[in-house]
């Protein structure tokens, strides 16, 4: 193979100026020229090509061009300027001419096949990597040795992080390998809660593009801005329009690390091939003041764009992607304000393969740790009473799953069993009195009750079993509101779920301590164990990278052209079912992230299942055995072998 990459030509405009014409026909005879040598092959290949270019630019130089130029013209260091690129003015544009086949130093630019020090000397020898290489050879073991020795050097987790993004860029499947092998060490690095600082200061460590900006000066021409991006095999969109990133608000443009590492988890934690997945970010402004007088903010410096004018926007996108994608593409929308996150879901959740994570995927894996959680306390869902700190997306959408599930399970109507979840927003708990103020969403949960002010006067009113914060704000879960509910329940289910680590409404630590040691807690973000009168508790993470890869996987696999409420569920069911009571002993309520890969086939298999049930999986015909054909279909980071 060879590379060659033809340096920019000053290229002049159509009309005159400054005396400068169009191109002569000697510089269009020196590019054809170049572009036929491109079919010579091997060493040879590169003699003839050199030779053509020297003597076509020859009679450029020598000829009657424009481009004259003194052939004794150097640039610093004595480099001959062979292509004119120094010479050219200020005012004369330059065409980025590049052509190049994966050899030499251009395959060691390359993240998706470079193998740095991992080149055998047989593969240095064929795509000509002598010399650009130290001699020695390792292994990419000992590439990932000495990766997470340097790594763990950093003392600030944004170093860290941007450590890692810029071995992605470098190095693909080093990248993924470490992140396989290292999960639980790396898993808050490249996403919560480190993300969310990475997002904050997005404009400041940006380096280089990771996904595709569509802003609103590309309306009218998103098909055309998709068919920018590289790769034409996309199965899986993770999209967001930067409103609301975790708990920390409005961060516009800065929410492209949000796509970007949750699509390194479906690749890493579901197998999904890095090559076929699409970080996107909607840019239409920010009302964030702090951003919008940041010098290196890298958005539009507009407020947001609401209503019609957004609308059509996101409609020109979703048409877009289908046609440019196909049926069967993914999209999965992330930290869309509540606002328009309900309606996106409902307007197309119905006409493309979509979910929305903050809705859907947090309720599977909430339900799912609810699951295991009764082996600890026993009884049935139906058996216990639900109370919500937050009414916003992730709150409404976990309830919403919880009563499906009990409706499931006991038949009874669906509005019989949302009477056993309550909401508490902002203005006190949710009631039939407030119910004509209330946003769309939050009517379903207005029940009949007596106002209740805080979230301490809600638990003393309704005695739950099971405490669920979705607030986004941090330390509302007080000593006075633990010790209510350890005061009403032998074992309460504390779930403090608000992300980063920072607005979780309470701390592990805090949780076993003021319960006695008595709860049986999880969180959004990791938190380390805790030691409470001799003994040890683990807290778990109710993370919803235990779910997505795995659900994402399950509907690619079945060729799934919609998501259902009822894969929703199967994805929550595999996941509770991977819960040993082992774990349960520990008082874990989900498996360790170190068997992810495992726990995500068994989710894809019964997502699967459940897709080829209910009609609408496309690939035909079933295999027999899901979990394998699943784990079969997982990419591995492991290094190829080149010719």
Request: glycine letters at 8%; proline letters at 4%.
């Amino acid at each position: 193979m060879i590379s060659l990459e033809i340096s920019s030509f000053p290229q002049k405009s159509s009309t005159s100026l400054c005396g400068i014409s169009r191109f002569s026909h000697t510089q269009r005879k020196a590019s054809a020229a170049v572009v036929v040598a491109l079919s010579s092959k091997g060493r040879t290949g590169e003699r003839k090509v050199k030779a053509v270019m020297e003597s076509t630019l020859k009679e450029m130089r020598d000829g009657a061009s424009v481009l004259d130029m003194d052939p004794k013209s150097t640039v610093g260091g004595g480099v001959e300027d062979t292509y004119g690129e120094d010479s050219a003015t200020v005012d004369q544009l330059v065409t980025p001419w590049t052509y190049s086949v994966a050899s030499g130093y251009t395959l060691l630019r390359d993240p998706h096949h470079n193998k740095g020090l991992a080149f055998t000397e047989k593969e240095r020898d064929s795509h000509y990597l002598c010399g650009l290489l130290p001699p020695i050879v390792i292994s990419q073991e000992l590439q990932v040795r000495k990766t997470m020795k340097n790594l763990r050097n950093y003392q600030v987790p944004l170093q860290r992080y941007m450590a890692m993004m810029d071995l992605q860029e470098r190095n693909e499947r080093l990248f993924y390998k470490l992140l396989i092998d290292h999960v639980e060490e790396l898993l808050p690095v490249v996403y919560t809660p480190t993300v969310g600082e990475a997002c904050q200061k997005y404009g400041s460590i940006f380096r280089r593009p990771q996904g595709l900006y569509i802003s609103l000066k590309e309306k009218g021409k998103i098909l055309e801005v998709l068919k920018n991006w590289p790769e034409k095999s996309i199965q899986v969109i993770v999209v967001t329009d930067g409103e609301r990133i975790l708990g920390l608000g409005d961060l516009g443009c800065q929410g492209m690390g949000i796509p970007v590492g949750k699509l390194a988890l479906y690749t890493a934690l579901g197998g999904v091939r890095p090559s076929s997945c699409l970080p996107i970010t909607i840019d239409v402004g920010t009302n964030n003041e702090e951003l919008l007088n940041d010098e290196f903010y890298i958005g539009l410096r507009q407020k947001r764009a609401t209503g019609q004018e957004y609308a059509n926007l996101l409609h020109e996108f979703m048409c877009a992607v289908k046609q440019q994608y196909g049926e069967k593409v993914l999209i999965q929308f992330e930290d869309f304000a509540n606002h328009n996150a309900f309606d996106l879901l409902a307007k197309y959740g119905t006409t493309h393969l979509m979910f929305n994570d903050d809705i859907q995927g947090t309720a599977a894996v909430v339900l799912a740790g609810l699951v295991a959680a009764l082996k600890l306390v026993g009884g049935t869902l139906a058996e216990h009473t639900f109370l919500f700190l937050g009414a916003g997306e992730a709150g409404t959408g976990i309830a919403e799953l919880i009563a499906l599930e009990m409706s499931k399970q006991t038949k009874a109507p669906l509005e019989e069993n949302r009477k056993k979840i309550w909401l508490v927003d902002s203005k006190g708990l949710i009631v039939s009195s407030r119910k004509e103020s209330l946003q769309f969403f939050k009517k379903p949960w207005a029940h009949e009750h007596e106002p209740a002010k805080t979230l301490l006067d809600a638990v003393k009113a309704i005695k739950p079993t099971v405490l669920i914060g979705t607030s986004g704000v941090g330390k509302t879960f007080t000593k006075e509101v633990v010790e209510a509910m350890s005061s009403i329940n032998e074992k309460p289910i504390i779930l403090a779920l608000s992300n980063p680590t920072s607005q979780s409404e309470c701390t592990a630590e805090e949780a076993y301590s003021w319960s006695k040691g008595r709860a049986i807690f999880a969180s959004g973000s990791p938190f380390d164990s805790v030691e409470y009168d001799g003994k040890v508790f683990v807290p778990g993470q109710s993370n919803n990278a235990y779910i997505f890869p795995g659900l994402g996987l399950g509907l690619l696999i079945s060729g799934a052209i919609r998501v259902h409420d009822e894969m929703l569920l199967a994805a929550s069911e595999g996941l509770a079912a991977q819960v040993t009571q082992e774990h349960c002993d520990k008082g874990l309520l989900y498996p360790p992230f170190s068997n992810i890969r495992k726990i995500s086939a068994h989710i894809a298999a019964n997502v699967a299942a459940k897709a080829y049930e209910l009609g609408l999986a496309t690939r035909l015909p079933r295999p027999e055995n899901l979990v394998k054909y699943a784990e079969s279909c997982m990419y591995s980071p492991t290094y190829r072998n080149y010719r």
